[in-house]
């Protein structure tokens, strides 16, 4: 039996960035992954929203993936278009790019930071005490981990072993997604079907992308190519000579949440923990921002520096988080319908949405911006991602999210009074001058406080006053009391 810190199933966008986290703290973890290669047939998940990228800067790597994207100024709304671009954010923007060149540059700075990647293999089973995980593998083998994370998928093998709900709503509706080539040209475009939305659109090297919903609900993933043909002539009255179809799926408005993230030693992040339509494009950036929220909890409680009830906060944090998230996908596929009334309802909800107030309200929800892990103060600033303010700080100018590239704590002492010595391993202080205003999405403008707490995450932990009050205890109950481990 081998032995490994953490056992993360699954290298997708979830796992990927759950690993780099853990690297950057300083935990050993082990990805495994039943995929030979990092190849993903077809474009699935077509991008990253602004607060991904955002965590993406925080950590110092967001130009790798800039490089190779396309930004994009509006957000959508069951397909209502919302301007991103005034929003208090360096990213006001949805960055397009496909899931396999996400998959493959997350892979490439995981291996930068010396993860190891077990491929060919799956998580088959798992048996877990109070000291650890034994982790079951397909090729016979066996790891030994402290702590076991589902990053496997909808159809998770973790959560189903672990014995964890997976509750929500059944699927009403079935689409086909594919991509392939047509003898004749197609009607491009977007129909608003009675069941839902119709699209084709052209893609590289004149392929066709299509989106189809079915006339019945039908399960399975992989349609055959007549199935595909079929859909067409029953909705365009024609297949266009449909032919070289290199990707097919089958993709409901089901949406399901596991009720609990955790089992144990046994955590879920990503599809393992929430499924929904792809309407809106949120689920591969929920993954990732669950990745962020657990990584750095994890590596403190493995390392013995932090207790093991700090983990708690991981599902107290995200699951109200993902349940948000479902509850507007639930809506917007209702939206997309295309019966009369349905049609009537979306027009109003887009001459709502083009008003100021409730286009920046939903375009910061659609963006993750306006997440706010909500604490029992009252500052507005608490359990809100930090600004990405310019700081003067002795050794120059320097931004708030480059003093996170290291995953540890940040805290910015405006007054110069602060100590925080004993964390001096865990959290940096930094003194620092900002002059300019501090600006929240939705809140808005906000007084300059005296000093700040941050979270690896970039989610602000306390907030000083002039004074000390409440720091120490802020310290002990996000990165361990003085002296534990």
């Given at each position: 039996?081998?032995?490994?810190?953490?056992?993360?199933?699954?290298?997708?966008?979830?796992?990927?960035?759950?690993?780099?986290?853990?690297?950057?703290?300083?935990?050993?973890?082990?990805?495994?992954?039943?995929?030979?290669?990092?190849?993903?047939?077809?474009?699935?998940?077509?991008?990253?929203?602004?607060?991904?990228?955002?965590?993406?800067?925080?950590?110092?790597?967001?130009?790798?993936?800039?490089?190779?994207?396309?930004?994009?100024?509006?957000?959508?709304?069951?397909?209502?278009?919302?301007?991103?671009?005034?929003?208090?954010?360096?990213?006001?923007?949805?960055?397009?790019?496909?899931?396999?060149?996400?998959?493959?540059?997350?892979?490439?700075?995981?291996?930068?930071?010396?993860?190891?990647?077990?491929?060919?293999?799956?998580?088959?089973?798992?048996?877990?005490?109070?000291?650890?995980?034994?982790?079951?593998?397909?090729?016979?083998?066996?790891?030994?981990?402290?702590?076991?994370?589902?990053?496997?998928?909808?159809?998770?093998?973790?959560?189903?072993?672990?014995?964890?709900?997976?509750?929500?709503?059944?699927?009403?509706?079935?689409?086909?997604?594919?991509?392939?080539?047509?003898?004749?040209?197609?009607?491009?475009?977007?129909?608003?079907?009675?069941?839902?939305?119709?699209?084709?659109?052209?893609?590289?090297?004149?392929?066709?992308?299509?989106?189809?919903?079915?006339?019945?609900?039908?399960?399975?993933?992989?349609?055959?190519?007549?199935?595909?043909?079929?859909?067409?002539?029953?909705?365009?009255?024609?297949?266009?000579?449909?032919?070289?179809?290199t990707w097919a799926s089958r993709f409901s408005d089901m949406a399901r949440q596991a009720v609990s993230y955790r089992a144990g030693r046994v955590l879920l992040a990503g599809d393992?923990?929430?499924?929904?339509?792809?309407?809106?494009?949120?689920?591969?950036?929920?993954?990732?921002?669950?990745?962020?929220?657990?990584?750095?909890?994890?590596?403190?409680?493995?390392?013995?520096?932090?207790?093991?009830?700090?983990?708690?906060?991981?599902?107290?944090?995200?699951?109200?988080?993902?349940?948000?998230?479902?509850?507007?996908?639930?809506?917007?596929?209702?939206?997309?319908?295309?019966?009369?009334?349905?049609?009537?309802?979306?027009?109003?909800?887009?001459?709502?949405?083009?008003?100021?107030?409730?286009?920046?309200?939903?375009?910061?929800?659609?963006?993750?911006?306006?997440?706010?892990?909500?604490?029992?103060?009252?500052?507005?600033?608490?359990?809100?991602?930090?600004?990405?303010?310019?700081?003067?700080?002795?050794?120059g100018v320097t931004r708030v999210f480059t003093l996170l590239h290291d995953a540890r704590g940040l805290l910015l002492d405006f007054g110069g009074e602060l100590d925080a010595t004993?964390?001096?391993?865990?959290?940096?202080?930094?003194?620092?001058?900002?002059?300019?205003?501090?600006?929240?999405?939705?809140?808005?403008?906000?007084?300059?406080?005296?000093?700040?707490?941050?979270?690896?995450?970039?989610?602000?932990?306390?907030?000083?006053?002039?004074?000390?009050?409440?720091?120490?205890?802020?310290?002990?109950?996000?990165?361990?009391?003085?002296?534990?481990?």
């Amino acid at each position: 039996m081998t032995n490994a810190t953490i056992v993360i199933a699954g290298a997708g966008p979830t796992g990927l960035m759950l690993a780099a986290e853990l690297a950057l703290a300083g935990a050993k973890a082990v990805l495994v992954e039943p995929r030979a290669t990092q190849d993903l047939p077809g474009q699935r998940a077509g991008g990253l929203h602004a607060r991904s990228i955002e965590v993406l800067d925080q950590r110092g790597v967001v130009d790798r993936f800039l490089a190779q994207g396309k930004p994009g100024q509006f957000a959508g709304y069951a397909m209502i278009p919302l301007d991103l671009a005034d929003q208090p954010t360096r990213h006001g923007y949805v960055l397009a790019l496909p899931q396999e060149p996400i998959e493959r540059t997350l892979l490439a700075w995981v291996e930068q930071l010396g993860v190891t990647v077990v491929r060919g293999v799956e998580v088959t089973d798992f048996v877990q005490d109070e000291a650890g995980v034994d982790v079951r593998l397909s090729n016979g083998a066996s790891l030994r981990a402290a702590f076991l994370v589902g990053c496997d998928g909808g159809r998770s093998v973790i959560r189903k072993r672990a014995g964890i709900e997976f509750a929500g709503v059944d699927a009403s509706v079935s689409y086909l997604i594919a991509e392939g080539s047509m003898t004749t040209a197609p009607p491009v475009g977007i129909r608003h079907g009675a069941r839902g939305v119709q699209a084709l659109g052209k893609i590289a090297d004149d392929r066709i992308r299509m989106v189809l919903a079915e006339p019945e609900l039908r399960h399975g993933d992989a349609p055959s190519v007549d199935e595909l043909r079929a859909a067409l002539v029953a909705i365009y009255g024609d297949d266009f000579g449909l032919h070289d179809v290199t990707w097919a799926s089958r993709f409901s408005d089901m949406a399901r949440q596991a009720v609990s993230y955790r089992a144990g030693r046994v955590l879920l992040a990503g599809d393992a923990a929430h499924v929904h339509s792809p309407t809106g494009g949120q689920g591969l950036n929920l993954g990732l921002q669950d990745a962020v929220n657990l990584g750095w909890k994890l590596a403190l409680v493995v390392e013995g520096t932090a207790p093991e009830a700090l983990l708690d906060s991981y599902h107290a944090e995200r699951h109200p988080v993902g349940a948000r998230v479902i509850e507007h996908n639930l809506a917007q596929t209702a939206l997309l319908r295309g019966d009369d009334r349905t049609a009537a309802l979306r027009r109003t909800m887009a001459e709502l949405l083009a008003t100021d107030a409730l286009r920046l309200r939903m375009g910061a929800m659609m963006a993750g911006l306006d997440i706010a892990y909500h604490d029992d103060g009252e500052h507005p600033l608490l359990g809100r991602r930090v600004p990405d303010l310019d700081l003067v700080t002795a050794h120059g100018v320097t931004r708030v999210f480059t003093l996170l590239h290291d995953a540890r704590g940040l805290l910015l002492d405006f007054g110069g009074e602060l100590d925080a010595t004993p964390w001096a391993d865990r959290v940096r202080r930094v003194e620092a001058r900002h002059d300019g205003a501090w600006v929240l999405p939705v809140v808005g403008a906000v007084a300059q406080p005296q000093a700040v707490l941050v979270r690896p995450d970039g989610h602000v932990a306390w907030v000083g006053d002039g004074s000390d009050d409440g720091l120490r205890a802020a310290l002990t109950r996000w990165f361990g009391a003085r002296g534990l481990g």
